[in-house]
T-cell receptor, first 113, second 116 residues
């Protein structure tokens, strides 16, 4: 099955700085890579996603890059704000089997005002 | 758009009783829904995939007789935890995939289950 690794586990940044979270995946057949933001006691919220036929996608302060050859993808948050503090999960969806998602272990991002 | 609700948001039950959790897609139809379990400070663990009108597919190690899943309509899936024990206490989260899409999953707010 698919194995998703996520680094670092914890990231602290000064407000206004950029944050980068990296994930690697094992199954070269994986073709969809979403990122979720989860606040304490709530369900995950889809913030951005990318498909395997695209190398980069941007939505305001958030961007995701994908390197299929190296099998890794990254989340970039620019101009971080205190409300960006949360746990971020990357995931990979593989075709077949209802396109289930394999999740990374999560990354706690703390934005210091 | 793409709103998923869960009910109840939290529940406390006694050991040995059963608890039903509902997952609804409010503004889209969902042929496929997923049920996850999450322990504190851990990632989401997929329990089962629920397809409308057919039997759920359970992940390895998940007891299908203990976690009963019913996906009777395109907007509703239910998870029933039978004969609950304290070790079943967890955060249960569902997600739904829009029938018009292929990949995107939208998550509900979760249900906190505490078994005493």
């Amino acid at each position: 099955g698919e194995n998703v690794e996520q680094h670092p586990s914890t990231l602290s940044v000064q407000e206004g700085d950029s944050a980068v979270i990296k994930c690697t995946y094992s199954d070269s057949a994986s073709n969809y890579f979403p990122w979720y933001k989860q606040e304490l006691g709530k369900g995950p919220q889809l913030i951005i996603d990318i498909r395997s036929n695209v190398g980069e996608k941007k939505d305001q302060r958030i961007a995701v890059t994908l390197n299929k050859t190296a099998k890794h993808f990254s989340l970039h948050i620019t101009e971080t704000q205190p409300e960006d503090s949360a746990v971020y999960f990357c995931a990979a969806s593989y075709s077949g089997g209802n396109n289930r998602l394999a999740f990374g272990k999560g990354n706690q991002v703390v934005v210091i005002p | 758009g793409a709103v998923v609700s869960q009910h109840p948001s939290w529940v406390i039950c006694k050991s040995g009783t059963s608890v039903k959790i509902e997952c609804r897609s409010l503004d889209f139809q969902a042929t496929t829904m997923f049920w996850y379990r999450q322990f504190p400070k851990q990632s989401l663990m997929l329990m089962a995939t629920s397809n409308e009108g057919s039997k759920a597919t359970y992940e390895q190690g998940v007891e299908k007789d203990k976690f009963l899943i019913n996906h009777a309509s395109l907007t509703l899936s239910t998870l029933t935890v039978t004969s609950a024990h304290p070790e079943d206490s967890s955060f249960y989260i569902c997600s739904a995939r829009d029938s018009s899409g292929i990949y995107e999953q939208y998550f509900g707010p979760g249900t906190r289950l505490t078994v005493t």
